[in-house]
């Protein structure tokens, strides 16, 4: 079965850090850039990052710029999302999901497969 799990979401004061993790089960994500998203109650789910397959490029929605870093370790099959300097506005339920390619996309429906999402809050 094919699957992308999230951990390492959580409760985290503003100014604080986590980082979540994305895992492939089922298949190798060696040839998959990989995008993580996130969704607020309310609102629409949004592109926040996204990682080449090789991890040679990266990008950035412009509101985590500079305070997130996403990383790939193709050994273990696994993506990471560093979030440093957390605010409020970042609480949302977060999703990784693999497009079969080796260039990112901002289009949520380009990505094939999904996790189920780990959900950050950012709160004193």
């Known amino acids: 079965q094919l699957q992308l799990v999230e951990s390492g979401g959580g409760l985290v004061q503003p100014g604080g850090s986590l980082r979540l993790s994305c895992a492939a089960s089922g298949f190798t994500l060696d040839y998959y850039a990989i995008g993580w998203f996130r969704q607020a109650p309310g609102k629409e789910r949004e592109w926040v990052s996204c990682?080449?397959?090789?991890?040679?490029?990266?990008n950035y929605a412009d509101s985590v710029k500079g305070r997130f870093t996403i990383s790939r370790d193709n050994a273990k099959n696994t993506v990471y999302l560093q979030m440093n300097s957390l605010k409020p506005e970042d609480t949302a339920v977060y999703y990784c999901?693999?497009?079969?390619?080796?260039?990112?996309?901002?289009?949520?429906?380009?990505?094939?497969?999904w996790g189920q999402g780990t959900q950050v809050t950012v709160s004193s």
């Open positions: 990682i080449s397959s090789s991890g040679g490029s990266s």
């Open positions: 999901a693999a497009v079969v390619q080796h260039w990112c996309v901002m289009p949520r429906e380009k990505y094939v497969y």
